[in-house]
T-cell receptor
Framework: DGGITQSPKYLFRKEGQNVTLSCEQNLNHDAMYWYRQDPGQGLRLIYY???????QKGDIAEGYSVSREKKESFPLTVTSAQKNPTAFYLC????????????FGPGTRLTVL | RKEVEQDPGPFNVPEGATVAFNCTYSNSASQSFFWYRQDCRKEPKLLMSVYSSGNEDGRFTAQLNRASQYISLLIRDSKLSDSATYLCVVIRTTTDSWGKLQFGAGTQVVVTP
């Protein structure tokens, strides 16, 4: 059963801690993306990767880091430098990095206490 | 000005009625257009692509007006299960040839019995 998985579904973090959100896909897609969604706002792009071992900053990369060591995996680390990390984080993938539709994982809801 | 704008709604629709709403985009270089559906606290899911000639998928009809730079979605014979937020997604190809998605903040539709 192909798809995108994210874990955990809910995550609570104390201020000053780094946390890593997992994203795995078995769709054999080349491109993967991380978005953040805040209430009443559209999704905003954090980082994207068009191919293994390569990634680029999106519109709101400050305070976040990623890696793409395997095609299937694109973990996102939310660092203590991110000023307002409480949000719904969505991982997506597409067959290539071109103008194709993207498919989303179920999301991780991060709350900073 | 936001690159993609939507009326946030809510559009309150009696069951069985028709509802339509638009999404405007500001970048004339936009190439691909989609409607996604997002249920409360869930990930966005692709509803349909929007083609220049317009397209229909069951009770859903999407139109693209490039001259006026908007896309539309019409839902006929509304069902209770159509209650959701509908996200407009516009893609343009950047100088490094990847498809940059811009999301609208969504239009909420509430179908009532």
């Amino acid at each position: 059963d192909g798809g995108i998985t994210q874990s955990p579904k809910y995550l609570f973090r104390k201020e000053g801690q780094n946390v890593t959100l997992s994203c795995e896909q078995n769709l054999n897609h080349d491109a993967m993306y991380w978005y953040r969604q805040d209430p009443g706002q559209g999704l905003r792009l954090i980082y994207y990767s068009q191919i293994v071992n390569d990634f680029q900053k999106g519109d709101i990369a400050e305070g976040y880091s990623v890696s793409r060591e395997k095609k299937e995996s694109f973990p996102l680390t939310v660092t203590s430098a991110q000023k307002n990390p409480t949000a719904f984080y969505l991982c997506a993938s597409s067959i290539t990095g071109g103008p194709n539709e993207q498919f989303f994982g179920p999301g991780t809801r991060l709350t900073v206490l | 000005r936001k690159e993609v704008e939507q009326d946030p709604g809510p559009f309150n629709v009696p069951e069985g009625a028709t509802v339509a709403f638009n999404c405007t985009y500001s970048n004339s270089a936009s190439q691909s257009f989609f409607w996604y559906r997002q249920d409360c606290r869930k990930e966005p899911k692709l509803l349909m692509s929007v083609y220049s000639s317009g397209n229909e998928d069951g009770r859903f009809t999407a139109q693209l007006n490039r001259a006026s730079q908007y896309i539309s979605l019409l839902i006929r014979d509304s069902k209770l299960s159509d209650s959701a937020t509908y996200l407009c997604v516009v893609i343009r190809t950047t100088t490094d040839s990847w498809g940059k998605l811009q999301f609208g903040a969504g239009t909420q539709v509430v179908v009532t019995p």
